[in-house]
């Protein structure tokens, strides 16, 4: 069921990659675990004990998330029985980066969207207007020079900020040592996401007053891959920025 939600909903298309790249990024630390010594934790157990209740309840109360993350934990409760607190230490980011292919909750997910959808309609408004055209807000509504956009829930930015949070933080478990830098491209990848989707739904108002038609269709899908791009590159650009700067920091705290 959780595959078939990757393959049928539009927000979750990388889901089908998290597994993947958390396996991988778990074989790439298989030297540290190597040099581990084993040692058991029985509170392990515990946290299988628990991971089976809340899969019951989820049963009973038909709620897939809390079944879906019960899963997640029974795999951590497993290393920690088997392989004590160090091995859970060095399989943490990849056991939790496994949270990225589970649906947010239709009760979170509609609590962040709308906000988000305020944000891009502000954000969206405030470009247009710099390109000199006349644009008004209300609510997640933009009039631009008389032709009405909405700002669904699709075009919230929810689907691009997840994909390019899992692409961050893949791309720093593969590229970058310096947790303070890895930690700080994946907290960019909020801004990235909502600048990139203002920008777009920016975009979109001037196609509508130009041509309708651009504003819907293929046209759409096609401007939402693009500034998909363009996070992308803002983000890789941002990398070796935050290199330097904080190497700079380090070296001024050393001497």
């Given at each position: ?212 038609s651009l504003a819907e269709g293929f046209a759409h899908e096609a401007s939402g891959w ?7 590159v803002l983000l890789l650009a941002l990398h070796p920025l ?14």
């Open positions: 069921m959780l595959v078939l939600q990757w393959d049928q909903d539009a927000d979750m298309g990388h889901g089908f990659f998290v597994l993947p790249v958390s396996c991988l990024i778990a074989w790439r630390r298989r030297h540290e675990l190597a040099a581990l010594r084993p040692q058991p934790s029985w509170w392990g157990l515990a946290l299988l004990l628990w991971a089976t209740v809340q899969m019951l309840v989820a049963e009973v109360g038909a709620e897939l998330f809390l079944a879906r993350t019960a899963f997640l934990i029974s795999i951590a409760g497993a290393v920690l029985l088997l392989g004590g607190k160090r091995y859970l230490r060095v399989l943490a980011f990849p056991i939790c980066l496994l949270l990225l292919m589970i649906p947010i909750p239709a009760v979170i997910y509609n609590q962040i969207t709308f906000p988000l959808q305020l944000v891009a309609s502000t954000a969206g408004a405030f470009l247009i207007r710099l390109t000199g055209l006349p644009a008004q807000r209300l609510g997640n509504v933009l009039n631009v020079n008389g032709h009405l956009l909405l700002v669904e829930e699709a075009c919230s930015g929810i689907r691009s900020l997840l994909t390019l949070a899992f692409v961050g933080l893949a791309y720093g478990a593969f590229t970058e040592n310096s947790r303070a830098v890895r930690f700080t491209l994946a907290a960019a990848t909020l801004p990235i996401a909502l600048a990139a989707n203002a920008v777009r739904v920016a975009l979109t108002g001037v196609l509508a007053n130009w041509k309708p693009a500034m998909f791009v363009f996070a992308m935050l290199r330097r700067i904080f190497a700079a920091g380090a070296s001024a705290q050393s001497s």
